[in-house]
């Protein structure tokens, strides 16, 4: 399934509390995205990085964060700042960020918030 | 930014007919146009894609066209099967810092009556 994983599958949180989600991959890609999928809304990029100890920015960046300390990882963290994280989050790689190279998506983790 | 709109949300087609999505973009700086499928709980794959150097691409009974001028793609599947039906995805990116990263459109529920 292209060696991108994500843990947990389903992850239920109190309001209030910070969470984190793990993306890890053994493709040697580079570039690492996150995104968001909910119902009729398509993906939205949260976050992406195109390189190790580097990030950017994506279109709903706010209440949530990342780090990229090492190559096969970008975890994401759903701080309690974001107003509706109840969705199904996406992790993806890429050899480079240059269009035109595939993304490679992982399984999902589903975000509930009791 | 980039903004990329898909039609139609929902299609129903008789198996063996054609299917026919579109999608239009914002950005003409944006040189290449992904499609992805994703069957239900499972996550996103790339089932072809379109550089803006190209106005046709083919494979097998899916193929792609895209018209620059008017800024508008659209994804063909012929022959349709049981196994065609899912969410499918169109997406834009460009060449320069910046505009790399890929934008979606929002999704169309794609169902093969047998």
């Known amino acids: 399934d292209g060696g991108i994983t994500q843990s947990p599958k389903y992850l239920f949180r109190k309001e209030g509390q910070n969470v984190t989600l793990s993306c890890e991959q053994n493709?040697?890609?580079?570039?690492m995205y996150w995104y968001r999928q909910d119902p009729g809304q398509g993906l939205r990029l949260i976050y992406y990085?195109?390189?190790?100890?580097?990030?950017q920015k994506g279109d709903i960046a706010e209440g949530y964060s990342v780090s990229r300390e090492k190559k096969e990882s970008f975890p994401l963290t759903v701080t309690s700042a974001q107003k509706n994280p109840t969705a199904f989050y996406l992790c993806?790689?890429?050899?480079?960020?240059?269009?035109?190279?595939?993304?490679?998506f992982g399984p999902g983790t589903r975000l509930t918030v009791l | 930014g980039e903004n990329v709109e898909q039609h139609p949300s929902t299609l129903s087609v008789q198996e063996g007919d054609s299917a026919v999505i579109k999608c239009t973009y914002s950005?003409?700086?944006?040189?290449?146009f992904p499609w992805y499928k994703q069957e239900l709980g499972k996550r996103p794959q790339l089932i072809i894609d379109?550089?803006?150097?190209?106005g046709e691409k083919k494979d097998q009974r899916i193929a792609v066209t895209l018209n620059k001028t008017a800024k508008h793609f659209s994804l063909h599947i012929t022959e349709t099967q049981p196994e065609d039906s899912a969410v499918y995805f169109c997406?834009?990116?460009?060449?320069?810092?910046?505009?790399?990263?890929?934008?979606f459109g929002t999704g169309t529920r794609l169902t093969i009556i047998p």
């Open positions: 993806a790689s890429s050899i480079s960020s240059v269009p035109g190279n595939e993304q490679f």
């Open positions: 493709l040697n890609h580079d570039a």
């Open positions: 950005d003409s700086a944006s040189n290449y």
């Open positions: 379109i550089r803006s150097n190209v």
């Open positions: 990085s195109q390189i190790v100890n580097d990030f």
């Open positions: 997406a834009a990116s460009g060449a320069n810092f910046g505009n790399e990263k890929l934008t």
